[in-house]
C-alpha cells in the first residue's frame, strides 16, 4: 500500500494550491501538515526536511520533495498527466509555464498594501485578456480538441483551470470571451474527482482576503 502524500504548507491557498489541485484531478486523497507558528517553520528548516528552507515540501514515495514547479512535475509524471512523449511534454510544460507566469502576479496580489492593488489588479485584468487567455484560446481553437494537448487531461488543462477560477475571483466577467476557455474550465470542473473538490469541505483554500493576511503576518511576523 503506497503512503498517502503529506502536504507541508501554511493554511492557505498560496504555493501550494496547484498541487492540491492536480493530485485531487489524480484522484489521490493526500493529508496536510500544516505550518502554523514561526516554530513550526523552524522545526522543520533544523530537522533538514526543507532544503531551500522553506514550503512547499511534499512527503511522497518516500522522498521530501520542494519547489513548487518540480513537485506539480513528478506529480503528472507520476500519474499520466505529463503527455505521450516528450515533444507533447514540451507543450505542456510550456502552457505550464504561462499560467505560472500569471499565477505569480496573483500570488503577491493580497499580500500588496492597499495603494499597491489596483495597480496590480489592472496589470491581472490586461494581461489575462489580451496575452496569456487569448493565446489559450488559440491554441484550443487551432485544434478543435477538448484539451489542451493530445486530446486527453493533463497537468496543463488542470492548472490553466485553477488559474480560470483565481482571475475570475478578481474580474468576474474575464471569460466572456473566450468560449473555448470556458468550455474547458467546465469539462475540467464535471471531471468527477475535480467536482469533488470544488464541493464545499473539500481540502480546496478560499482565495486569501485581508483578514487571513492579517492572521498570517500576526504569525510569522
Known amino acids: 500500500v503506497m503512503a498517502t502524500p503529506v502536504l507541508y504548507y501554511f ?39 526543507l532544503m531551500f528552507q522553506q514550503v512547499p515540501m511534499v512527503e511522497i514515495d518516500g522522498m521530501k520533495l520542494v519547489q513548487t514547479r518540480a513537485i506539480l512535475n513528478y506529480i503528472a509524471a507520476k500519474h499520466n498527466l ?12 510550456i502552457y505550464s509555464e504561462g499560467v505560472a507566469d500569471l ?70 466577467t474575464v471569460l466572456a470571451n473566450f468560449p473555448l476557455l470556458k468550455a474547458l474550465r467546465t469539462r475540467v470542473s464535471n471531471l468527477p474527482t475535480v467536482k469533488k473538490f470544488l464541493q464545499p469541505g473539500s481540502q480546496r483554500k478560499p482565495f486569501e482576503d485581508e483578514k487571513f493576511v492579517e492572521e498570517l503576518k500576526k504569525s510569522f511576523g
Open 11 to 49: 493554511n492557505s491557498w498560496g504555493r501550494m494550491e496547484s498541487i492540491r489541485w492536480l493530485l485531487a484531478a489524480a484522484g489521490v486523497k493526500f493529508e496536510e501538515n500544516l505550518v502554523k507558528t514561526r516554530e513550526d517553520m523552524k522545526k522543520l528548516i533544523k530537522n533538514g526536511s
Open 82 to 93: 505529463y503527455g505521450k512523449d516528450i515533444k507533447e511534454r514540451a507543450l505542456i510544460d
Open 103 to 172: 499565477n505569480e502576479i496573483i500570488l503577491h496580489y493580497p499580500f500588496l498594501p492597499p495603494g499597491d492593488k489596483d495597480g496590480n489588479l489592472t496589470q491581472i485584468k490586461e494581461k489575462s485578456r489580451n496575452c496569456y487567455f487569448p493565446a489559450f484560446e488559440k491554441v484550443l481553437t487551432s485544434h478543435g480538441q477538448d484539451y489542451l494537448v493530445g486530446n486527453r487531461l493533463s497537468k496543463a488543462d488542470v492548472l490553466l483551470t485553477e488559474l480560470l477560477y483565481n482571475v475570475e475571483e478578481l474580474d468576474s
